[in-house]
């Protein structure tokens, strides 16, 4: 054999044994990583990632391979963590490594660098964190209440009127408080023009987003000309659309600031602290939009959840109603101070929280450096996912875990059962710290957790005790009468713990109920009227004609 064709055959060996190493290696669970389903080459536990009901399946991988598992996607790694355990010291401890968000080209290339939720904490979202963190304290939080319980006033006149769009209403409700307080405007109707808008919007946005993951998984994709990637243009869509609706508040702010009618919105707070705080004029419009953005959705849906688990369980709504009865009577509404004399009520709210969470994985998080758990690796650039849905199951913490129970909350503040109990009396409280952590870790963890807890909070309080005195919520009907079980489980895709729209009577109380919530958004004009200075034609006649009403 000549010397070339010697070194041709030695090359091809190579070039296989190379390419056998590649195939083999990519899509192996390297050692020290946590266990986790069984790999195949390349694709690692690719095909058998699920699309749907993530929450589901990694709840049932963690009872196989424990608290803490991990899968293979191609060449990248995705922890979960399934315990308040796991969580606490991987979230809460090891937060300096494990704040990073996953990569995302498309927010990048919607948004540049100024969206709060999908940022790496570097000096940006050290910015908006700290505006945020400020305008949305538990003591600010105070101060917005007189904003929520006059939105809340017409969420009760808006079922009262048009019960069967109580989807609707309750988005209406969230949505407008938020940009009440944030914005300075509100929305006295869901077809209001800004909202329709912003809706519509970020529906295509979160649609980018899912399909974008792609993107991040194959990066070659990034650079196929625009006949071949359809998304391209949809990109440039989103991304004016988004500039446009999250900048026109700051326009209108700066406008009732000229003309003297600004409203103590947060925006204001925003601008007028935006140099100590190191925001440009484009940060301050994105902080607006982002925390209407994150906060409205998320508030609707978690009304949505607990409208549905008090139709499915008629028990738990009888003592409610008994409850707010005793404490409130049928002459007034029920306000904030009440809720401190309704263990059964704010036990009714933990416990939907519980079993029928918004955020069942939290939002993911990524490891900026290695983390360890219990003498497993979470490697940089880690995909991790909190497991609410798994820890609210878990039955080391609560006795019949798959069971409606709001009874458990006044028999433990946390609602943990026997096991917790025994275990809190034999061991220092030290040892069991990362307990503290439950119910708030349905906020998330660490360093990303919800900055609008308290908001968020406070609206689904007051919305709640309210809607339950005024309203029974009753399981629909078939032809003959017949009342129709309703499925609570069928919850739309996605990341959050969003159901499909449901069928359900909704009846006011009484007539004097009725009365009392006619009367009480008639009163409620004067705290609206200054987040209303921006209102279209449309808006304005449906304001003057339901205040007549
Ligand atoms: C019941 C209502 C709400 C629920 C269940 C909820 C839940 C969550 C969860 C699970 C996260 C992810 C935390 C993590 O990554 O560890 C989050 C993040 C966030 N939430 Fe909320 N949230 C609610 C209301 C609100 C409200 C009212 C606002 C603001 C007005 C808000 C603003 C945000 C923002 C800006 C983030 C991103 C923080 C960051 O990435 O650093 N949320 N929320």
Redesign the pocket.
């Known amino acids: 054999m000549s010397t070339s064709s010697l070194i041709i055959t030695a090359a091809g060996a190579l070039a296989i044994a190379g390419l056998t190493l590649v195939v083999f290696r990519v899509g192996r669970r390297e050692a020290g990583l946590p266990p986790g389903p069984p790999t195949v080459p390349i694709l690692g536990n690719l095909h058998v990632f699920p699309t749907v009901r993530m929450h589901v399946k990694f709840t049932e991988w963690a009872r196989v391979y424990g608290e803490i598992f991990s899968l293979k996607l191609v060449d990248g790694t995705v922890t979960v963590l399934s315990s308040l355990e796991a969580v606490w010291h991987v ?1 809460e401890h090891q937060h300096h490594v494990t ?1 990073n ?1 996953p990569p995302s080209t498309i927010a990048r290339m919607v948004a540049d660098d100024l969206h ?4 790496n ?1 570097d000096t940006r ?1 050290k910015s ?2 700290r505006a ?1 963190k400020v305008i ?1 304290s538990s003591s600010a939080a105070e101060r917005h209440k007189p904003v929520i319980e006059a939105e809340v006033c017409q969420l009760l006149y808006d079922f009262l009127n048009e019960p069967e769009g109580f989807f609707d209403h309750a988005r209406r409700c ?1 949505t407008s ?2 940009l009440s ?2 914005c300075g405007k509100r929305a006295p109707r869901h077809s209001t023009p800004y909202v329709k808008e912003f809706y519509r919007m970020m529906s295509d946005w979160i649609r980018l987003l899912e399909s974008g993951a792609a993107l991040d998984l194959v990066p070659p994709l990034r650079y196929l000309p625009e006949i071949l990637a359809p998304w391209k243009a949809e990109v440039r869509k989103v991304r004016q659309w988004m500039q446009e609706l999250y900048m026109s508040p700051v326009k209108e702010c700066e406008e009732r600031e000229t003309k003297g009618t600004s409203n103590g919105c947060a925006l204001e707070a925003i601008r007028e602290n935006a140099g100590d705080w190191k925001l440009t004029r484009s940060m301050v419009g994105f902080l607006g939009g ?7 959705d ?2 609707a ?2 009304m949505h959840n607990m409208i549905l688990m008090a139709t499915a369980h008629q028990g738990a709504q009888r003592l409610a109603h008994e409850e707010i009865d005793r404490v409130v009577g049928n002459d007034r509404l029920p306000c904030y101070d009440d809720l401190s004399r309704m263990p059964y009520v704010k036990a009714f709210i933990l416990e939907v ?1 519980r079993l029928k ?3 069942p994985l ?4 990524a490891a900026s450096g290695d983390a360890m758990h219990k003498g497993y690796r979470i490697p940089q650039g880690s995909m991790i996912f ?1 497991n ?1 849905w798994a820890i609210s199951r878990d039955p080391a913490l609560f006795d019949d875990p798959e069971k409606f129970m709001p009874e458990r909350y006044i028999e433990h503040p946390q609602g943990f059962g026997k096991a917790i109990r025994t275990r809190a009396e034999q061991s220092s409280p030290d040892e069991d710290s990362f307990l503290r952590i439950w119910p708030s870790v ?12 308290y ?3 406070n ?2 309080n007051l919305a709640v005790v309210r809607l339950l005195w005024a309203f029974s919520f009753n399981q629909p009907r078939d032809s003959s009468g017949k009342e129709l079980d309703i499925d609570i489980w069928n919850d739309k895709p996605g990341i959050l713990g969003a159901p499909f729209p449901f069928d359900c009577r909704i009846q006011v109380r009484s007539p004097k109920h009725a009365e009392i919530i006619r009367q009480s958004y008639r009163d409620s004009a004067s705290v609206f009227e200054p987040f209303e200075q921006e209102l279209g034609e449309a808006d304005r006649e449906w304001v003057a004609a339901s205040r007549v009403d």
């Open positions: 979230l704040s968000r709060f939720p999908t940022l904490p979202w908006y964190h945020a949305l969230s408080i938020t307080i944030v982002v925390l209407v953005e994150a906060g409205s998320t508030t849906l978690s929280s969470p918004t955020a939290g939002f993911a998080h909190l609410y349905a906020f998330g963890a660490g360093k990303r957790k919800c900055p609008g807890m908001l968020g909070q609206i689904l």
